[in-house]
């Protein structure tokens, strides 16, 4: 199994049309690839914009852009998480997705926002309901959009799912999702890739958080566009405690293991009324 991998977090452009979205995202996997990087995670509506106008969508225009992103991952050898509006069939409301393209230029994967807001299901978008995950060289990833940094049940499955890394994606410049996906890494033992619009990076940049919880790398936060390249590395020594020792131990408590055999009988322990 491989102990150590590079990923890229982007802050790009996200504007309403995905003839100008689609070709930054490009311009940043090339980035990625001159980084070393084996993927590159964008945020939310990356390529479609968010939400997308329906008076404006097009999309034939989208899929076109999609394509060009699919082809170029498959030519530079890089995987690519991005996100997009996901069209249905006339009448039904997109989806609101993240896209996985391979680094062999195939799209394996799409995930669905599951918890939306109750302004996007009743104006922008169908929900999904599934969770996904992916394996690259031995790491798990996981992927979750936006307002999912609210609920704890979203970060639970993934680690249910034994999941290395969550990719995060988001449309919003609300500085406490900082501090939500910091504790949600840090509770789960897991990294947690952060993706914004370039310019919402201002009050939480791009970057990657480890499984002890703290920033392990950032893009700058000015509202430029920017791609920052973290190794998650099971062997890197600032995680040892996180990775070796909490996170098996969590595990055993979570099943109640260690726990069942040293229940005491003794009634100082059963009686709660009295000191």
């Known amino acids: ?12 452009p ?3 049309f995905p003839s100008v979205n689609g070709p930054q995202v490009r311009r940043l996997m090339r980035a990625a690839a001159d980084a070393g990087a084996c993927l590159i995670h964008f945020p939310e509506g990356a390529v479609s914009g968010y939400p997308a106008d329906p008076n404006t969508a097009d999309p034939a225009a989208l899929r076109h852009q999609l394509e060009l992103i699919t082809r170029l991952a498959g030519d530079l050898g890089i995987w690519v998480v991005v996100g997009s509006d996901h069209h249905l069939t006339p009448p039904h409301l ?11 230029g195939e799209l394996v994967g799409r995930y669905d926002k599951r918890l939306c807001s109750h302004t996007e299901i009743t104006k922008h978008y169908s929900p999904g ?3 996904l995950v992916f394996d690259i060289d031995g790491f798990r990833f996981g992927c979750a959009l936006c307002i999912e940094i609210n609920f704890p049940e979203i970060f639970l499955d993934y680690r249910a799912l034994d999941v290395d890394c969550v990719l995060f994606s988001t449309f919003s410049k609300d500085p406490i999702f900082e501090i939500l996906a910091r504790a949600h890494a840090a509770a789960n033992t897991s990294w947690i890739s952060v993706s914004v619009p370039a310019h919402h990076s201002t009050t939480m940049p791009a970057g990657v958080i480890g499984p002890h919880g703290y920033r392990l790398a950032s893009c700058p936060a000015n509202g430029t566009p920017a791609v920052t390249t973290v190794d998650l590395d099971r062997c890197d020594p ?6 070796n020792k909490a996170r098996p131990w969590r ?4 099943s109640g293991t260690p726990y069942r055999p040293r229940r005491v009988d003794d009634p100082r322990s059963s009686g709660h009324t009295r000191f």
């Open 1 to 12: 199994m491989t102990e150590q991998i590079k990923i890229a977090s982007a802050q790009s």
């Open 94 to 104: 997109p989806h609101n997705s993240l896209y996985v393209i391979s680094a062999q």
């Open 129 to 131: 309901f599934e969770p």
């Open 251 to 254: 595990a055993q408590a979570r």
């Open 14 to 16: 996200v504007g309403r």
């Open 238 to 243: 600032a995680l040892d405690i996180a990775l």
